[in-house]
């Protein structure tokens, strides 16, 4: 069975730095795309970055371009989603996916993955 853990997550000011990981388990991870999504309360859940299974393409949402990078190391078996510039609107409960499907490309719909971590909160304070 698939497991996703996320770890990183904190109460952080405005303008800060936090790096998020997600350790996978229960399959092989190198060959999986990977993404990274944020939920607030009564809100649906969004895009914020996707990696493919190489790691060579990255995908961004606009809102989070230039300031959150992701990454994956592939011999640990983990994603990882580095934040900086960290903004009061950044506050969220993410969380990290992997695809069903191995190969291909990362997706922005949350419908296209078919695994789920239990998420960690980001909070940033103004």
């Known amino acids: 069975q698939v497991q996703l853990v996320e770890s990183g997550g904190g109460l952080v000011q405005a303008g800060d730095s936090l790096r998020l990981s997600c350790a996978a388990s229960?399959?092989?991870?190198?060959?999986?795309?990977m993404g990274w999504f944020r939920q607030t309360p009564g809100k649906e859940r969004d895009f914020v970055a996707g990696?493919?299974?190489?790691?060579?393409?990255?995908y961004y949402a606009d809102s989070v371009k230039g300031r959150f990078t992701i990454s994956r190391d592939n011999a640990k078996n983990t994603v990882y989603l580095q934040m900086s510039s960290l903004k009061p609107e950044d506050t969220a409960v993410y969380y990290c996916?992997?695809?069903?499907?191995?190969?291909?490309?990362?997706?922005?719909?949350?419908?296209?993955?078919?695994?789920w971590g239990q998420g960690t909160q980001v909070t940033v304070s103004s």
């Open positions: 990696i493919n299974w190489n790691g060579v393409w990255t």
């Open positions: 996916a992997t695809k069903a499907k191995s190969y291909g490309s990362a997706s922005r719909s949350e419908y296209d993955y078919g695994y």
């Open positions: 229960g399959r092989s991870f190198y060959n999986y795309p």
